[in-house]
């Protein structure tokens, strides 16, 4: 420990030594190496000779559960005991090494068990028949007559019996499978089943170590502010002013880049502990210039996203018959427009990592959504070939999409390189994080619908008008200029292939969906559901008002259009059914359905207004992902996404004066506590055959159901959140 | 140099009084187990028992610390882990991403030592922890199974 302090209780830097960097080191996280040794039976399973079965997770897990899933769908095709399975990670630059044997690291979209459930299952199976394949032999028998359960082999004629691991050094030996046939999922035993996480007990008793946890001897500790204001620079810091304080060793400026022009200018404070860096950052005096959006506010984002409403330009994301002919016949035309700010992410631990530079080595450990982005920012920023880079992944306090950007990866690593053999952890402040987010896009959308004298939607217009997160971060994935992403839950089916998976849920004869790009000077993210979220509540509220318009059931005027769409419609008659819908027992419920990130989802709020406050009693919220890997974490995901899409519809704004982001901690940019949180049930409905994604999807129908019971109860039609301003007294 | 008692044995520290307990914690004792969340107060990731009592360690200085505290952190609730709400956590899965939970370990058993009898109502008043992940629902039902294991 490089501080004062003495302890007198028991030592808690174990002093084991790294491979590799020679240093001693204290706090680490588990699962952190993946070298090939002589129990690697393949890739993705290493199988000690007491049975322990190692399942290598490529995805990063940070509390959506795709590390427990991953490992099922793994033990599941390898017949091994569930009870002696562990994980850890490979490194990206051990994929690297490894021609990406492992594939895809991104962890986002709720991609992380569907988008590798092929891969990793065939992984368990070619492990598996390489496995009888070296008991056969060692048998002399056919392999054919052999087979595995529980990490034991049996041979069905003789009876004979061994364990995994007495033959995974000679398994590792056989020839690799190269077809190898999938179970079904209707005869698994391990997947599919509501397994406990295998990463819990670490949690209840404060042993895990998050990247924020990370200690190693020698290390120092760095607290940064990137300028207040997005585009604006370092001008200048008076590092005399704060060179006597306590514990203080260095103040440098950082410059990163990240993205397209998206990058940071700051400045650093690197002391003994971080409390003291943090300390002498604060009392810094530094210069800013803040640029050419000094002067700007939120008064600047709704004119510019106001403009695009009625604009003649616009990308087109669905269309369908004849819209402006429909509206030309109209017995009613309904009108609305609705608006959705800028939200952070804030996940509960700060953005941080620890990175370790030498003349020709780059080692950085943090916690990240997508190990091979933040691979490829060490690189960058270190100057070294990747070769000579490696990321160690911990496990995330939390990522909501946030941790996707390697922004703070940069960052460490330009510290780290002012100190040659030091490994420097970087901890950002809560202000820090808050201020620098890459937020959830704002956007606002005009609807327009047409009915006939029967109360028939005859024709839909929304126009959307606002932020493309791909225009900002990843500009070569715009098609002729448009961003498809912004389409997400309303895309007409077959535009493209990536969004087909977020396709519309209903059948309209007129139909036009079109964005007015407007790009406020605020850096966009992938927020957990993305441009679902917003599309959502304008589609779904509008559904809404359009029945009542009509003076039709909102269930019913749904349906209407849902029936090619039947597992859509399934999911939505669930929750009517289980939550009293259409029932005279005097409760206000609302509905809202969506199908993204490849699944069906539907809810029914029941709330109530007491005092002028909103009360959300109930909830219940339908899934059909296709296949249940397994279905308490679901549930669990189900439960938490109304936490989070409902803190975002009851509080999330991030609001700009002066060029800065007035929410700064959680005083001001709340989130639902225990008090707020309704009972959700959750209904799993897996109908088979496919695999959707189950973190995000829910997300999108929290705040429409709400806002539709919230119509319900007192004839109020909130258009714009957060809805902590709004006067809900009836 | 300041010398107190942390999980049952006593220790010796030497920083500024203005540091706050967190960070005495985790930097000064490596005991990482308590996090940092927010810094003022607000999300009670921090939270740990001074006295018996919940304290928010992120905006407790250490110089409000006694020579007579006796403070506990989530690594010394229990020997094994097995503290009756560790244990009703583990029954019910609670943890997500997990980072919240140390503090809401500690709250919750910092509210059932001393009412046994914890009410939704109490829950709602005393449990004030922010979890992004959204894990209340679990939280209160893993608060009553607590209960249960305590009676």
Same mark, same amino acid.
């Given at each position: 420990?490089?501080?004062?302090?003495?302890?007198?209780?028991?030592?808690?830097?174990?002093?084991?030594?790294?491979?590799?960097?020679?240093?001693?080191?204290?706090?680490?996280?588990?699962?952190?190496?993946?070298?090939?040794?002589?129990?690697?039976?393949?890739?993705?399973?290493?199988?000690?000779?007491?049975?322990?079965?190692?399942?290598?997770?490529?995805?990063?897990?940070?509390?959506?559960?795709?590390?427990?899933?991953?490992?099922?769908?793994?033990?599941?095709?390898?017949?091994?005991?569930?009870?002696?399975?562990?994980?850890?990670?490979?490194?990206? #630059?051990?994929?690297?090494?490894?021609?990406?044997?492992?594939?895809?690291?991104?962890?986002?979209? !709720?991609?992380?068990?569907?988008?590798?459930?092929?891969?990793?299952?065939?992984?368990?199976?070619?492990?598996?028949?390489?496995?009888?394949?070296?008991?056969?032999?060692?048998?002399?028998?056919?392999?054919?007559?052999?087979?595995?359960?529980?990490?034991?082999?049996?041979?069905?004629?003789?009876?004979?019996?061994?364990?995994?691991?007495?033959?995974?050094?000679?398994?590792?030996?056989?020839?690799?499978?190269? &077809?190898?046939?999938?179970?079904?999922?209707?005869?698994?035993?391990?997947?599919?089943?509501?397994?406990?996480?295998?990463?819990?007990?670490?949690?209840?008793?404060?042993?895990?170590?998050?990247?924020?946890?990370?200690?190693?001897?020698?290390?120092?500790?760095?607290?940064?502010? /990137?300028?207040?204001?997005?585009?604006?620079?370092?001008?200048?810091?008076?590092?005399?002013?704060?060179?006597?304080?306590?514990?203080?060793?260095?103040?440098?400026?950082?410059?990163?880049?990240?993205?397209?022009?998206?990058?940071?200018?700051?400045?650093?404070?690197?002391?003994?502990?971080?409390?003291?860096?943090?300390?002498?950052?604060?009392?810094?005096?530094?210069?800013? /210039?803040?640029?050419?959006?000094?002067?700007?506010?939120?008064?600047?984002?709704?004119?510019?996203?106001?403009?695009?409403?009625?604009?003649?330009?616009?990308?087109?994301?669905?269309?369908?018959?004849?819209?402006?002919?429909?509206?030309?016949?109209?017995?009613?035309?309904?009108?609305?427009?609705?608006?959705?700010?800028?939200?952070?992410?804030?996940?509960?631990?700060?953005?941080?990592?620890?990175?370790?530079?030498?003349? /020709?080595?780059?080692?950085?450990?943090?916690?990240?959504?997508?190990?091979?982005?933040?691979?490829?920012?060490?690189?960058?920023?270190?100057?070294?070939?990747?070769?000579?880079?490696?990321?160690?992944?911990?496990?995330?306090?939390?990522?909501?999409?946030?941790?996707?950007?390697?922004?703070?990866?940069?960052?460490?690593?330009?510290?780290?390189?002012?100190?040659?053999?030091?490994?420097?952890?970087?901890?950002?402040?809560?202000?820090?994080?808050?201020?620098?987010?890459?937020?959830?896009?704002?956007?606002?959308?005009?609807?327009?619908?047409?009915?006939?004298?029967?109360?028939?939607?005859?024709?839909?217009?929304?126009?959307?008008?606002?932020?493309?997160?791909?225009?900002?971060?990843?500009?070569?994935?715009?098609?002729?200029?448009?961003?498809?992403?912004?389409?997400?839950?309303?895309?007409?089916?077959?535009?493209?292939?990536?969004?087909?998976?977020?396709?519309?849920?209903?059948?309209?004869?007129?139909?036009?969906?079109?964005?007015?790009?407007?790009?406020?000077?605020?850096?966009?993210?992938?927020?957990?559901?993305?441009?679902?979220?917003? &599309?959502?509540?304008?589609?779904?509220?509008?559904?809404?008002?359009?029945?009542?318009?009509?003076?039709?059931?909102?269930?019913?005027?749904?349906?209407?259009?849902?029936?090619?769409?039947?597992?859509?419609?399934?999911?939505?008659?669930?929750?009517?059914?289980?939550?009293?819908?259409?029932?005279?027992d005097g409760k206000a419920r609302g509905?809202?359905?969506?199908?993204?990130?490849?699944?069906?989802?539907?809810?029914?709020a029941e709330v109530r207004v007491v005092d002028g406050k909103l009360k959300i009693d109930r909830i219940?919220?339908?899934?059909?992902?296709?296949?249940?890997?397994?279905?308490?974490?679901?549930?669990?995901?189900?439960?938490?996404?109304?936490?989070?899409?409902?803190?975002?519809?009851?509080?999330?704004?991030?609001?700009?004066?002066?060029?800065?982001?007035?929410?700064?901690?959680?005083?001001?940019?709340?989130?639902?506590?225990?008090?707020e949180?309704p009972l959700?049930?959750?209904?799993?409905?897996? !109908?088979?055959?496919?695999?959707?994604?189950?973190?995000?999807?829910?997300?999108?129908?929290?705040?429409?159901?709400v806002?539709n019971a919230l119509f319900a109860a007192t004839g109020k039609?909130?258009?714009?959140?957060?809805?902590?301003?709004?006067?809900l007294t009836a | 140099?300041?010398?107190?008692?942390?999980?049952?044995?006593?220790?010796?520290?030497?920083?500024?009084?203005?540091?706050?307990?967190?960070?005495?914690?985790?930097?000064?004792?490596?005991?990482?187990?308590?996090?940092?969340?927010?810094?003022?107060?607000?999300? #009670?990731?921090?939270?740990?028992?001074?006295?018996?009592?919940?304290?928010?360690?992120?905006?407790?200085?250490?110089?409000?610390?006694?020579?007579?505290?006796?403070?506990?952190?989530?690594?010394?609730?229990?020997?094994?882990?097995?503290?009756?709400?560790?244990?009703?956590?583990?029954?019910?899965?609670?943890?997500?991403?997990?980072?919240?939970?140390?503090?809401?370990?500690?709250?919750?058993?910092?509210?059932?030592?001393?009412?046994?009898?914890?009410?939704?109502?109490?829950?709602?008043?005393?449990?004030?922890?922010?979890?992004?992940?959204?894990?209340?629902?679990?939280?209160?039902?893993?608060?009553?199974?607590?209960?249960?294991?305590?009676?």
């Amino acid at each position: 420990m490089t501080n004062s302090a003495t302890i007198t209780r028991r030592q808690f830097i174990v002093g084991a030594s790294a491979a590799g960097i020679g240093l001693s080191l204290g706090v680490l996280p588990r699962g952190a190496s993946a070298a090939a040794g002589p129990d690697e039976v393949n890739a993705w399973v290493r199988i000690a000779t007491d049975d322990t079965v190692t399942i290598r997770i490529a995805r990063s897990e940070m509390g959506q559960g795709t590390l427990t899933g991953l490992a099922q769908l793994v033990a599941e095709e390898l017949e091994c005991d569930w009870n002696r399975v562990t994980w850890e990670f490979p490194t990206p #630059g051990q994929n690297l090494a490894r021609e990406r044997v492992w594939k895809d690291f991104s962890t986002g979209g !709720s991609n992380g068990l569907r988008g590798s459930q092929q891969y990793v299952r065939e992984g368990g199976a070619a492990a598996r028949i390489m496995l009888i394949g070296a008991a056969a032999e060692a048998w002399g028998v056919s392999a054919s007559e052999c087979s595995a359960r529980d990490s034991v082999i049996t041979h069905g004629p003789s009876g004979r019996t061994t364990t995994f691991g007495k033959v995974a050094v000679a398994a590792a030996r056989q020839p690799v499978p190269q &077809n190898v046939t999938l179970k079904d999922p209707s005869t698994w035993h391990t997947a599919g089943k509501p397994k406990m996480r295998l990463d819990t007990q670490d949690k209840l008793t404060g042993k895990l170590v998050y990247g924020a946890d990370l200690r190693f001897d020698g290390m120092l500790l760095a607290s940064i502010m /990137d300028c207040p204001v997005k585009g604006g620079k370092l001008v200048s810091f008076d590092a005399d002013a704060i060179k006597d304080m306590p514990g203080v060793k260095k103040v440098l400026a950082v410059k990163t880049s990240v993205g397209t022009g998206l990058g940071t200018d700051g400045v650093a404070v690197v002391a003994d502990t971080w409390w003291r860096a943090h300390s002498a950052l604060k009392a810094l005096p530094i210069e800013w /210039d803040f640029g050419p959006n000094a002067n700007f506010s939120d008064a600047d984002v709704t004119r510019l996203l106001e403009s695009g409403l009625d604009a003649d330009e616009a990308f087109r994301g669905n269309w369908a018959g004849d819209m402006d002919a429909a509206f030309a016949s109209a017995e009613q035309m309904v009108e609305s427009v609705y608006k959705c700010p800028s939200q952070s992410h804030a996940p509960m631990e700060p953005m941080n990592a620890t990175a370790l530079v030498t003349a /020709d080595k780059c080692e950085v450990w943090c916690p990240t959504q997508n190990g091979e982005s933040a691979l490829a920012a060490a690189a960058e920023a270190s100057g070294l070939p990747i070769e000579k880079c490696d990321v160690h992944k911990t496990l995330l306090g939390g990522g909501f999409g946030r941790r996707g950007a390697p922004d703070y990866v940069h960052q460490v690593v330009a510290i780290a390189k002012a100190f040659p053999g030091t490994p420097i952890k970087l901890q950002w402040s809560r202000e820090e994080d808050q201020k620098h987010g890459f937020y959830h896009p704002t956007t606002m959308a005009k609807l327009r619908g047409s009915l006939d004298a029967d109360g028939k939607l005859t024709g839909l217009h929304m126009r959307i008008s606002g932020q493309s997160i791909l225009a900002a971060l990843i500009p070569q994935a715009l098609v002729n200029g448009a961003d498809l992403a912004t389409f997400q839950g309303v895309v007409k089916p077959g535009l493209s292939p990536s969004m087909d998976q977020h396709q519309i849920s209903y059948d309209f004869p007129n139909l036009l969906v079109d964005h007015a790009m407007r790009n406020p000077p605020i850096r966009p993210g992938f927020w957990r559901g993305v441009n679902v979220n917003q &599309n959502a509540i304008y589609l779904e509220s509008f559904m809404d008002e359009l029945a009542h318009a009509a003076g039709r059931d909102p269930l019913e005027f749904r349906l209407a259009h849902m029936e090619k769409n039947p597992k859509g419609a399934a999911v939505l008659k669930a929750v009517a059914e289980r939550s009293g819908w259409g029932s005279e027992d005097g409760k206000a419920r609302g509905l809202a359905t969506m199908y993204a990130f490849g699944s069906y989802v539907a809810a029914c709020a029941e709330v109530r207004v007491v005092d002028g406050k909103l009360k959300i009693d109930r909830i219940v919220a339908a899934t059909d992902c296709g296949t249940a890997v397994n279905p308490q974490q679901i549930q669990a995901q189900v439960e938490g996404s109304f936490v989070y899409g409902l803190s975002a519809m009851l509080y999330g704004e991030i609001t700009y004066k002066d060029g800065q982001v007035q929410q700064d901690n959680f005083h001001t940019y709340p989130s639902m506590r225990i008090a707020e949180m309704p009972l959700v049930e959750a209904i799993v409905m897996p !109908s088979g055959g496919f695999f959707g994604g189950v973190g995000e999807p829910t997300i999108a129908v929290a705040a429409p159901a709400v806002l539709n019971a919230l119509f319900a109860a007192t004839g109020k039609r909130i258009r714009s959140i957060p809805l902590k301003d709004a006067d809900l007294t009836a | 140099m300041k010398t107190f008692k942390v999980n049952g044995e006593s220790v010796e520290v030497d920083a500024e009084g203005s540091t706050p307990l967190l960070w005495v914690l985790r930097e000064q004792l490596g005991l990482t187990g308590t996090k940092f969340g927010c810094g003022i107060a607000q999300c #009670g990731a921090c939270t740990v028992h001074v006295d018996g009592n919940p304290v928010r360690a992120c905006a407790y200085p250490l110089s409000a610390v006694g020579e007579a505290s006796e403070i506990t952190t989530i690594e010394g609730l229990s020997e094994a882990g097995d503290h009756p709400v560790q244990l009703a956590w583990a029954e019910l899965d609670v943890p997500q991403c997990g980072y919240c939970q140390p503090g809401m370990i500690m709250a919750t058993a910092a509210l059932l030592a001393k009412n046994p009898d914890a009410d939704d109502a109490d829950i709602d008043q005393q449990i004030t922890n922010i979890c992004r992940c959204g894990t209340f629902q679990r939280v209160r039902e893993g608060i009553h199974l607590a209960k249960r294991k305590m009676a």
